[in-house]
Structure formats: structure tokens, C-alpha cells
């Protein structure tokens, strides 16, 4: 038997570190080749991190939440034949627990075989306890209180959707991994969730790590209030006429046209507007005391995914039609959702949108995007009575909920830019005309 050692592989465009965001397997565990062994996240992509071979878990080399540099040992495990690893005298002596959430006590590495000049071949794995394979099939049970489900994100969030708790499925996966198979037998044969009869006090208290994207969230929405002394303006838009051409175009079915939203009309009004106020397409660099005016308009789309939220971005929106437009939002909100989206896709915003949907409610403050100096924000749509000099009429409305960054952009100017986009919003024939 022999040692092989998996280190951070270089996860690509220059990142040096990565930061550790979960553990799918803990030592014991027992996996084979390509399964998933931990998560790591660069910025605001996360990578999977699978093994290279068939073996048995001895040591992991973080926790969760800590920063991990490129090469630097991850994981050893327990392999038939020659190994990789070298001996254990020359490896640093770190010892890492296994995830947090599972309670187990860190694993120290055992002596290591000598270097091999070649990989081993494809190791058999020793098969599992029967008590283990038991448990591993039996669905239904419920996991111990504390524990983690494993899980990836699209399992998880297709778990969401069907209103399943993950912890009361049973993974058929390594290290009992849940899959879209085990949730899809779960609901084949109906959640078995416990009833109590009458009321009760719950005094206990969880504690979460803040870590991978949701600490990056904070510490940008930190950073940006810090740093940033908003303004944000709030005015009402009647859409009514908007609706109604949005409605028109999409009865228009056509293979090389997507369903049009309310956001590439938007898009376009920002776009038209920018284009007599460029200040509101700035980023403000805080160190050089410099504000880098944009001539390409790079739209951010504020998305909600299950993983928390992130920002896509509609790149030269100035170069695209409405269709185009909404083509892209589209593209990017499904990859946001899946969690496929690139690094690339996920940066360079020069103004961002952000929209609550139905649930948008009346007025918003949102924060900038820092270093950005300007945030659209949609309120929900609602049919109200307008008055129209002689009688109440429904009309469609909408509040758009705008901030700016007070050091660049003055009261009157972000009025101003505010006023014209729901100018072209409300006679949105004028977003069509060119000049």
C-alpha cells in the first residue's frame, strides 16, 4: 500500500490561492476516481475539486473557510501500489480537521511509502463495512443532528424547488453523497418528517462560519458603505404604454428572438441616458484619487442563485439591441444559476441593475457596487388609480430606486439622469430613435 497526495491544482487566469468553501468526503472515507472531494473559490467562481485516483482518506489539509495556496498539499490518501507522496518527515507537519460540521478530530498523515517515478494504476477500494452499504441504501433516514448534507448545488437547489430537507435523504454517493437519484426516490416514496403535537421552546443556537461567497458578499457590501456616501433617489414610472408594447413584441414569435422582460427596455433607456450623462459610467479609484470614465457600457444584472448573489455582466450594452440584450440577460442568469458562469462573466460591471421581481416592494436602498458609482434599482410593478385631469384611470407603475455615489455624482445630476430614463420608459418609442 501506498500514499498519493493531491494538491491545489492551478485553477486558472493567475490565481495564486483559493479559499476553501467545503468538504465533500472526511478521513475514512473510502472514493474512487473523478469523485468530488472539496470545493474551492476563486473571486466568485467555485471549483470542484475531484481525485485523481481510487483510495481511502487519511488527512485533509484545511478547514473550511481557510485560504490554500496553489500546490500546496490538500488531501493524502490511502492507495494500492507505489505512491506519490513523499515521505513523511519531509511534508510539513500541518493538521488539518476534517469539516467542521462533522466533529472529528484531525487525522494525523502516517508514515508515507517512497516516491514512485509513475502514478499507480487505477487502486481497488476495499470494499465498505455491510453496515455501511446498509445505511447508504436505506432512504429515509434521517441524518445526525449537526451533520452537513453532501450535496451539489444543483442537487441542493433541486431539493429546494420540491420543499425537501436534504438532511432527511440519505446519499447513495461516496462518503453519502446525496444525488439527483436519492432525491428523486425521496420524493418517489414521500418525505418521512417526524410531527410533534403542540408547542414548544427552542433555545438552541447555530452557529455559521461567514464563508466563500457569502463572506465576499459582505465584505463588498462593507467596503461599498464605507467607503461611498450614498444618495439614492426614488420616482414613480407609469409603464402602462411599455406593457403594452412589451406584450406586442412578444406575440411576435420568432426562433432568433428571446421573450422580452422589462430589463433590456431598461438597458436601452440606461444606455441612451449614459450617453448624455457619462460621469454615471465611472468607476472611482478611492487609492489613485482617480474616477476612470467608461466609454463601453458594461451592465451588471444583480442575480439571486442559491449559492447567494452574484452579479453577471451584459458587456457594450451600447452595441446591442433589445433583443440582443435581452438574449444575453437570459444566457447570463441561467449560468449565475447553475453556478457555470466565468470569471469573466462575473466582472468588469460599469453600472449595475438590481430587481426584487414581484417582490421588489414599493422603495429600495441599494447598495452600489463599489467601485461603481451608480445602482438602478426596480421596484415591483402595481396597477394604481392615476388621476388624468378629469377622471382615476389604472395605470401600470413602477418606482425605480436609484443610488449614487454622492463624491461624484451631485443631487441634480443623478435627478437628471433619473428623469430622462423614465421619460424614454414612458413614451418608449423614443428608445427606438437613434441620436
Request: aromatic share 4%; hydrophobic share 45%.
Amino acid at each position: 500500500m501506498g500514499e498519493h497526495v493531491i494538491k491545489l491544482p492551478d485553477v486558472g487566469e493567475g490565481v495564486a490561492e483559493a479559499e476553501l468553501v467545503e468538504w465533500h468526503v472526511k478521513v475514512g472515507d473510502l472514493v474512487r476516481e473523478d469523485t468530488v472531494l472539496a470545493a474551492v473559490m476563486t473571486d466568485k467562481a467555485t471549483v470542484e475539486i475531484p481525485s485523481p485516483v481510487d483510495g481511502e482518506i487519511l488527512w485533509l489539509g484545511a478547514e473550511i473557510g481557510d485560504t490554500v495556496a496553489v500546490g500546496s498539499p490538500l488531501i493524502r490518501l490511502k492507495v494500492e501500489g507505489e505512491g506519490t507522496a513523499p515521505s513523511a518527515s519531509t511534508e510539513p507537519q500541518k493538521q488539518a480537521a476534517a469539516p467542521a460540521e462533522t466533529g472529528e478530530k484531525a487525522t494525523p498523515p502516517p508514515a508515507a511509502a517512497a516516491p514512485a517515478a509513475k502514478s499507480p494504476a487505477k487502486a481497488a477500494v476495499p470494499a465498505a463495512p455491510e453496515s455501511a452499504r446498509v445505511a447508504k441504501t436505506t432512504f429515509g433516514a434521517p441524518r445526525p443532528e449537526g451533520e452537513k448534507p453532501l450535496a451539489s448545488p444543483a442537487v441542493r437547489l433541486r431539493a429546494k424547488e420540491a420543499g425537501i430537507d436534504l438532511r432527511q435523504v440519505v446519499g447513495s454517493g461516496p462518503a453519502g453523497r446525496i444525488g439527483h437519484e436519492d432525491v428523486e426516490a425521496f420524493i418517489a416514496r414521500g418525505p418521512q418528517v417526524a410531527r410533534r403535537a403542540g408547542l414548544a421552546e427552542n433555545n438552541s443556537v447555530e452557529d455559521i462560519k461567514v464563508i466563500g461567497l457569502r463572506r465576499k458578499i459582505a465584505e463588498k457590501m462593507a467596503l461599498s458603505k464605507s467607503r461611498i456616501p450614498h444618495i439614492t433617489y426614488v420616482e414613480e414610472i407609469d409603464v402602462t404604454a411599455l406593457e403594452e408594447l412589451r406584450a406586442a413584441l412578444n406575440k411576435e414569435k420568432r426562433a432568433d428572438r428571446p421573450k422580452l422582460t422589462m430589463l433590456p427596455f431598461l438597458m436601452r433607456a440606461m444606455v441612451k441616458a449614459i450617453g448624455e450623462q457619462p460621469n454615471l459610467n465611472s468607476l472611482h479609484d478611492d487609492d489613485a484619487g482617480v474616477i476612470h470614465q467608461h466609454g463601453g457600457i458594461h451592465i451588471g444584472i444583480a442575480a439571486q442563485t442559491p449559492t447567494g448573489l452574484v452579479v453577471p455582466v451584459v458587456k457594450h450594452a451600447e452595441a446591442r439591441d433589445l433583443w440582443d440584450c435581452g438574449a444575453e440577460v437570459n444566457r447570463l442568469a441561467e449560468a449565475a444559476k447553475t453556478g457555470t458562469a466565468t470569471r469573466e462573466e462575473l466582472s468588469g460591471s460599469t453600472i449595475t441593475i438590481t430587481s426584487l421581481g414581484a417582490m421588489g416592494g414599493i422603495a429600495t436602498t441599494p447598495v452600489i457596487n463599489y467601485p461603481e458609482v451608480a445602482i438602478v434599482g426596480v421596484n415591483k410593478m402595481v396597477v394604481r388609480p392615476v388621476w388624468d385631469g378629469v377622471q382615476f384611470i389604472p395605470r401600470k407603475m413602477m418606482n425605480l430606486s436609484s443610488s449614487f455615489d454622492h463624491r461624484v455624482i451631485d443631487g441634480w445630476d443623478a435627478a437628471v439622469f433619473v428623469q430622462r430614463i423614465k421619460a424614454l420608459l414612458e413614451t418608449p418609442a423614443l428608445i427606438f430613435v437613434e441620436g
